[in-house]
């Protein structure tokens, strides 16, 4: 009989590369010529360098990723740590000249901080390596400040790259994917009373909590402080919201915001100086003693 078993129709459990430029088979010696590498988690192995005369460097198919670091570094490695206004994906904002990370020559300024595997000295364990991807700044400097005090050299993995580069890195994809452009800010009003209302915003990423709300009419003032507040000035310290889901998602508080609330829970924020760069839920008039009017 006739085979109409086409080639397309045909499954030997290997994978379809076919639709994926990216991805490609070639067939080279069982010795490449290949130098391997992978990151501090000892997975996803790449091409770290080749033989310049070696069959992988010949054939012209075969290339190296740059874009992965790994380097072992001091616990204090003399670099200047930044982000952008949504206080996550830390990178490399500045390097002391002299400092262990400038001499090495591998890590340089705008180099996203990937991951931190702390060195044991009195252990032959592996520690397990901490992912700091996309964490937010505090959560990066708390890391390191929360190493024990006898560790002395910690392995970092560094991507070489934008924020929107590693973005799209992880998510399997050589086109970077924009970032959202507006948010969502529910708000809570007379949450404890029968007349509660919810209200949902669509506000532009980094929008000022306070502004947001005085242009929907929605008042966050309590008290005569509606009529002789200071319009947003951080002066009156009595536009206090409490941001009930999402504070991660705003800005730090200042050390003046942090002492005119230090007598409400953490969650308080003043709306005047507080920006919201994702989906938040705050709760206007939310429950303040007289101990807690601080100005």
């Not at 499954?11 to 501090?40: K, M, N």
Request: aromatic residues 6%; glycine residues 8%.
């Amino acid at each position: 009989g006739e085979d109409n078993t086409s080639e397309e129709e045909e499954d030997d459990g290997s994978i379809d590369i076919s639709s994926d430029p990216r991805l490609y088979r070639i067939r080279l010696p069982r010795a490449p010529g290949i130098e391997w590498g992978t990151d501090l988690s000892f997975s996803f192995v790449y091409v770290r360098a080749m033989e310049p005369a070696g069959p992988a460097s010949i054939s012209g198919q075969v290339g190296v990723n740059h874009q992965i670091c790994g380097i072992r570094l001091p616990r204090a490695p003399g670099i200047e740590w930044g982000t952008d206004l949504s206080f996550s994906f830390v990178y490399v904002r500045a390097m002391e000249p002299a400092g262990p990370a400038s001499i090495s020559g591998q890590v340089g300024v705008n180099h996203q901080i990937c991951e931190i595997r702390p060195v044991l000295t009195t252990s032959d364990e592996a520690p397990t390596p901490i992912n700091l991807i996309g964490a937010p700044f505090d959560e990066v400097m708390q890391t390191f400040a929360n190493l024990d005090r006898t560790i002395i050299e910690v392995d970092l993995v560094f991507f070489r790259g934008t924020k929107e580069e590693l973005k799209a890195a992880c998510a399997g994809s050589n086109n970077s994917t924009p970032e959202k452009e507006t948010i969502t800010i529910t708000v809570i009003q007379n949450n404890d009373s029968k007349n509660k209302i919810t209200k949902t915003i669509t506000a532009p990423v980094g929008a000022n909590i306070r502004q947001t709300l005085v242009d929907e009419g929605i008042n966050v003032y309590q008290s005569l402080t509606r009529w002789t507040n200071c319009k947003g000035k951080q002066l009156c310290g009595t536009c206090i919201v409490n941001v009930k889901e999402g504070g991660m998602n705003t800005n730090r508080k200042s050390m003046d915001e942090a002492s005119t609330l230090r007598e409400n829970p953490d969650t308080y924020r003043l709306s005047c100086v507080t920006f919201a760069y994702d989906d938040v839920t705050v709760e206007t008039f939310p429950p303040i003693k007289a101990a807690q009017w601080t100005r």
